[in-house]
């Protein structure tokens, strides 16, 4: 898991969120935790961001992206 500073954190974007996405799916071997909302908690709890706040920033299209390859 990447690890960022408070003003890092503030300028996560798409391109941040499809690159932690795919580390995090890549790198966990129980498919139940790459559910979506398992996904959002987990990233929301380490940047430090409210699920809602990386809903706004992309976090379902970047899911999308990764998982369903839309």
Partial sequence: MIVMN???IQKLHFEQLLVEL???I????VPEKNDFYPLLDEI???YNLTPEELLTRGFRK?????????
């Fill in 6 to 8: 408070q003003n890092v």
């Fill in 22 to 24: 795919e580390q995090i």
């Fill in 26 to 29: 890549q790198n966990t071997s």
């Fill in 44 to 46: 929301s709890t380490s």
């Fill in 62 to 70: 970047a899911y999308r992206q990764i998982v369903d390859g839309v």
